[in-house]
């Protein structure tokens, strides 16, 4: 209830207008043949600075072979936008929407999800100026990719005046996997409080307990 995250069964076009229908090919929910684009998926509606729907997040519930899928375009919106208006001291970017809300379910709320490793928008950094947040935690995944993308992020957040660390999972490559099996909110907790800090201008330093 808290994210509106649904299921699309493939049933939509069933209960709509012709005109509802002719208005989602438009916004890409249905392709040219009224298909729902996000059949089989798991869905997240993704919220504007308003409050108001700008944008979808599917995850495929089988072995399909392209798991993550968004409406045609560019990224729009942010899933826990307020944890940047509540949690300014620190938050955490991590890979992906299921990341962010594992962490949650660990009663960790200052996290923010990217879009993939790739995924950091303008609207991501506009959102954490706007609300100068003094320290991002990067925790992306510790496989080649989201390794390769931790170091690039870091780079652009400390040239945009950012105090940063990047956090890696222990043992697992995957976050989630992690998340779902040893981690706790004192584990994460623990990871974060002994990570480097790096900040443009001063050495690196690491917090001590």
């Known amino acids: 209830n808290r994210f509106k995250i649904g299921y699309c069964d493939g049933s939509l076009v069933s209960v709509i207008s012709e005109k509802q229908r002719e208005e989602l090919k438009v916004s890409g929910i249905l392709s040219e043949s009224s298909k729902e684009h996000f059949s089989g998926c798991i869905t997240f509606p993704l ?68 879009y993939g490793v790739n995924g950091f928008t303008d609207e991501h950094l506009k959102l954490l100026k706007e609300k100068m947040v003094r320290l991002i935690v990067i925790g992306f995944d510790s496989d080649e990719a989201g390794s390769k993308a931790s170091i690039k992020l870091k780079e652009k957040l400390l040239i945009e005046g950012f105090k940063v660390k990047v956090i890696t999972v222990p043992v697992h490559k995957d976050w989630n996997d992690y998340l779902l099996s040893d981690g706790s909110k004192a584990s994460i907790d623990e990871i974060i409080k002994h990570a480097e800090v790096f900040q443009i201008g001063r050495a690196s330093c690491r917090e001590r307990v």
């Open 47 to 114: 919220f504007d600075d308003k409050g108001k729907v700008c944008g979808f997040y599917g995850r495929k519930i089988d072995n399909n072979r392209v798991k993550h899928l968004y409406l045609p375009g560019p990224h729009k919106g942010i899933v826990n936008r307020k944890a940047a208006s509540v949690y300014r001291e620190e938050i955490i970017l991590c890979e992906s929407v299921l990341d962010a809300l594992s962490l949650i379910e660990l009663k960790i709320e200052n996290v923010i999800p990217c």
